[in-house]
């Protein structure tokens, strides 16, 4: 459906509109309208989601629908939570692109907005392949939020940033979700600070320095540090939590982000000790490392 067939259903206000192409399957539920197919039509206009699919509904509307403008809208409510399930559902199926199938159940009647039937359930089928525009048959394409070891651990649905994602998790389909991938900044100057003298083992602290603008800007706390060559490519972040006052023996020195570095004997004869103010970074997504998103 384009935007001028969607006008022409009524729904004049400004929206977002999302098309996908899911290769949805329909099944029939005697005594209910079904719907199924591709979504061609997605607006949240307030508490209210409205949606359509490519193939027609089947069966007799409910006597409250306006067959002129809102023949193939469904509506359901974000306000209960059966409403907020089912539009959940309709986002899984979006993240799961063409390997999902959803089935629609009507409620026959109007009660979420005036003229537009509700949708009273949404079911999920698995799809093994799908056609592709030529006619032939083949695997569909998601994008995976993966870790650092390769294990996948969801399918991304939108990207609102660099960092921060909408996905929905491989072990719990049902929501999705909101993640913010760590670092959020790319440190032009990084260095670490170490007990020991060769810079081994976890750093005590260390300087995170961002440059704007020919300006220098410091980390501040929360932040966290990563390099990918150093320490393993694991995360770090200062806080104040088992801080202790000890003697620096060395420090790592990255001049800028895409180098390895140098290791040096800490000889500050003024400032010889440091807090340990460097602690582990451990995302429930990610693990120890930021995760990092592919094509499947």
């Not at 197919?37 to 069966?59: A, P």
């Not at 000889?267 to 807090?275: A, I, L, V, Y």
């Amino acid at each position: 459906m384009d935007i001028t067939k969607a006008e022409n259903k009524g729904v004049g206000m400004k929206r977002l509109v999302s098309r996908v192409g899911f290769g949805l399957l329909a099944v029939s539920y005697a005594g209910y309208l079904h719907a199924g197919g591709s979504v061609d039509f997605l607006e949240v206009d307030s508490d209210v989601v409205l949606f359509s699919t490519s193939e027609s509904k089947s069966g007799l509307r409910p006597e409250c629908v306006d067959i002129a403008n809102n023949e193939d809208l469904w509506s359901i409510s974000l306000a209960t939570d059966s409403g907020r399930a089912t539009y959940s559902l309709i986002l899984t199926a979006m993240a799961k692109g063409e390997t999902a199938g959803l089935n629609i159940e009507s409620a026959n009647d109007c009660a979420d907005r005036i003229g537009i039937e509700r949708a009273s359930k949404v079911n999920i089928t698995s799809n093994t392949s799908t056609v592709n525009s030529g006619g032939t048959t083949g695997s569909a394409t998601t994008v995976g939020i993966y870790r650092r070891d390769g294990t996948r651990q969801g399918t991304l649905v939108n990207a609102i940033d660099e960092y921060n994602w909408l996905y929905v998790d491989d072990s719990d389909s049902t929501s999705v979700k909101r993640h913010t991938n760590y670092p959020q900044k790319k440190w032009d100057l990084l260095r670490y600070y170490y007990p020991t003298t060769d810079c081994s083992g976890d750093p005590m602290d260390f300087t995170a320095i961002e440059i704007v603008d020919g300006r220098q800007e410091r980390s501040g706390w929360g932040e966290v540090a990563y390099h990918p060559f150093i320490q393993d490519g694991k995360m770090y972040t200062r806080n104040y939590e088992g801080a202790e006052h000890i003697t620096i023996g060395s420090e790592l020195n990255l001049d800028n982000f895409r180098t390895e570095g140098t290791c040096r004997l800490y000889t500050n004869t003024r400032n010889p000790k440091g807090w340990t103010y460097a602690k582990p970074v451990y995302d429930s997504l990610c693990g120890d490392q930021p995760c990092f998103i592919r094509e499947d």
